[in-house]
């Protein structure tokens, strides 16, 4: 019997458009390394992962494999052409897992956008995967939380901040219940839910949370986020 195996598909196929800059955030350089590579290098450390897909920008694909070229990684790395949107480019990913994939494997979706990967959280998330069948790296919350008003921006409630978590990467499922949900659900339900708790939780499927102990839930959209993490990234070692 074939064992158990553990994939990650590093979600990169993203255009960038809030990021305000004509080359995709992902592909920025950082410390003379595109922000991938930078994710890349990270994972490839964590002993738990078997293999991993690149679902990437299709503008971008002979870049990336260049990229990759370039690097001795153990790991085996895949790199694939992404959708239209976040959910078509999950379900490319999961149809090319599919050819190497069990029912009970864990399949891991890791954005881009988080350049500083929790090694230790990723782990936890496998193992908790593994028992529960989906989870999700999260960030408990600090600061008061702030219901407020749309319109007015007033604040209408104080919510209790030990009951509020921010999704942080990687989030993931058991392999058989992910491909079972995002083949037969439209792209346009998927894409109200973009996320593995919205699924779970409108499919019923248990959703535990683990929380991160070891990184900074450090999230690139704008090109002030890039600046901060360029600061991180300056003093970082791997």
């Keep these: 019997m074939k064992n158990s195996r553990n994939f990650l598909l590093l979600m990169m196929a993203g255009s960038g458009t809030r990021f305000g800059q004509n080359l995709p955030k992902q592909f920025h350089l950082v410390n003379e390394e595109p922000v991938f590579i930078y994710i ?5 450390k964590i002993s738990e992962l078997d ?21 001795n990684f153990e790991k085996a790395i895949q790199i694939i052409n992404g959708g ?3 959910s078509e480019s999950i379900l490319f990913g999961l149809q090319e897992v599919k050819k190497m994939a069990n029912d009970d494997d864990v399949v891991l979706m890791y954005d881009a956008t988080h350049p500083i990967v ?31 008003d749309e319109e007015t921006s ?9 009951e509020i978590v921010a999704a942080a990467s990687p989030e993931g499922f058991k392999f058989g219940k992910a491909f079972d949900i995002y083949t037969k659900t ?18 019923g499927v ?30 970082y070692s791997e």
């Design 51 to 71: 293999d991993i897909v690149i679902v990437t920008n299709p503008n971008f694909t002979s870049y990336t494999k260049e990229c990759i070229d370039k690097n």
């Design 206 to 235: 248990p959703f535990k949370t683990v929380p991160m102990e070891k990184a900074l839930n450090l999230k690139i959209t704008y090109s002030i986020d890039m600046e901060i993490f360029k600061k991180i990234a300056a003093g």
């Design 154 to 162: 007033d604040v209408k409630e104080i919510l209790e901040r030990r």
């Design 118 to 148: 929790d090694k230790e959280g990723v782990s936890k998330v496998i193992n908790t995967i593994k028992e529960y069948g989906a989870a999700s790296l999260v960030q408990h919350q600090c600061d008061t939380i702030y219901k407020i």
């Design 84 to 86: 239209s949107c976040r």
């Design 186 to 203: 439209d792209l346009d339900t998927l894409n109200q839910m973009t996320s593995a708790g919205a699924l779970a939780k409108h499919f």
């Design 40 to 44: 890349l290098k990270q994972l490839n």
